[in-house]
């Protein structure tokens, strides 16, 4: 057996109000290549009085990319780095703020800065070659744990794959509860839920440990904190803790993996575009007889909040579309043997997975 050897990110900030430290956090490295950084800014916050703090120079190349579209995909990174190197040459760094979305976005740019051709040369495990360029994350809505995460999701003609090495992982990142204030509930709820997930699928499943444990109960217990508990709710006290869950969610899942939620949610998204929270939600609501404990809490939280997810999708769906998806989280063998056992292959046949899909 392989011991997991992970990469944590470099330097973390958490606080409220820690976003301001920015321009003195990233000083040093501004002598670095062509001496100037790229922001990746969610659009949300075009307007919004964060614009008018980001503490750029002006030298620096701001973006406001739009996430709503679709997830972030090769094409758009691929377009994104020729033009960058093409205007100004090599940056110092990137930084993104935003949700998971532009995480991801940061996090590629900053490889594919260095790395040469198509970026969907490079979805998988360790395909990159060379190390990027400084990258800083700020993230503006929590749950995905992209923060610390060792993968930049992409979508790409063929696969939706992370560049997944050492190198994706943030050289920084600056934790600021003020900024997830403004997401809207029903995006608090499903970000949240993708670390609640995280957990339990991290947890029941034969990769777990007493170190993926001890970040997954800790988080799990924030989660009821910031969902179930009396006080739960979006305040700030929960703000604070729902970003500290996201990271601990994520490391969780790294020391571990995740399971049958995540493998069919990869389906989902992959072939109708779901969005990667939303589609976890909408499968987990299913998932009774393979999580029966954290598919009641779930439950309890989903009425809580009265959160309305959608039903009765597959009936419209025919055969192809949804042995598209079987298909997709079939090729995702990890999830299925963490979450089965050595004899998962008799157990998640695509006969099996298409079933799975057709509660939804
Ligand atoms: P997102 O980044 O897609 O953003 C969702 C919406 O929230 C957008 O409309 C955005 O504009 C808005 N928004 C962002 N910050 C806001 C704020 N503070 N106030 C109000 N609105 C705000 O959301 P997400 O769910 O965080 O990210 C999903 C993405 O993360 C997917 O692309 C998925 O593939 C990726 N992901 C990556 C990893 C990883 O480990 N790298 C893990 C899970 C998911
Ligand atoms: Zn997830």
């Known amino acids: 057996m392989t011991h997991k050897n992970f990469k944590n990110i470099d330097k973390v900030t958490y606080g409220r109000g820690s976003f301001s430290q920015l321009a003195q956090t990233v000083e040093p490295i501004r002598s670095l290549n062509k001496g100037y950084f790229v922001y990746i800014v969610d659009n ?18 701001v973006y406001f990319i739009d996430v709503d579209p679709h997830e972030p995909t090769t094409e758009q ?3 994104l780095r020729d033009e960058i190197l ?12 935003g949700g998971g979305s532009i995480m991801d976005i940061a996090k590629a740019l900053s490889l594919m800065l260095t790395n040469e051709g198509s970026s969907t040369l490079y979805q998988g495990l360790n395909l990159i070659k060379k190390p990027g360029v400084y990258h800083l994350g700020v993230p503006t809505i929590s749950g995905t744990g992209a923060e610390v995460s060792m993968t930049a999701v992409l979508t790409g003609p063929e696969k939706k794959l992370g560049l997944k090495c050492d190198w994706t992982v943030f050289n920084q990142v ?13 995006w608090w709820f499903y970000t949240g839920m993708d670390t609640y997930i995280h957990c339990i699928e991290s947890h029941y499943g034969i990769k777990n440990n007493a170190f993926s444990l001890a970040y997954g109960n800790q988080a799990l217990q924030l989660c009821r904190e910031v969902y179930l508990n009396e006080n739960s709710g979006q305040t700030t006290d929960n703000d604070d803790k729902l970003m500290v869950a996201s990271l601990m969610g994520g490391l969780s899942l790294t020391y571990s993996e995740v399971g049958v939620c995540h493998a069919l949610s990869y389906g989902l998204s992959k072939i109708l ?7 976890n939600c909408i499968i987990f609501q299913h998932l009774q007889d393979i999580y029966p404990i954290g598919h009641a809490e779930f439950m309890q939280m989903i009425n809580k909040h009265k959160i309305e997810l959608p039903k009765n999708l597959s009936k419209q769906w025919d055969d192809e579309t949804i042995s ?5 989280s079939y090729n995702l063998p990890f999830m299925w043997h963490h979450a089965f056992g050595d004899n998962y292959k008799e157990i998640a046949t695509i006969d ?5 899909f057709k509660r939804l």
């Open 273 to 279: 575009g779901t969005r990667h929270c939303l589609a």
């Open 86 to 97: 093409k205007l100004q040459g090599l940056p110092s760094g990137v930084i993104g703020i």
């Open 174 to 186: 600056i934790l600021d509860p003020e900024l997830i204030a403004s997401v809207p509930t029903d």
């Open 324 to 328: 598209k998806m079987a298909l997709v």
């Open 77 to 79: 990174i691929d377009t």
């Open 352 to 356: 099996y997975i298409k079933e799975l």
């Open 44 to 61: 949300y916050f075009k307007g919004k009085t964060l614009e008018n703090n980001l503490q750029n120079k002006s030298k620096d190349l």
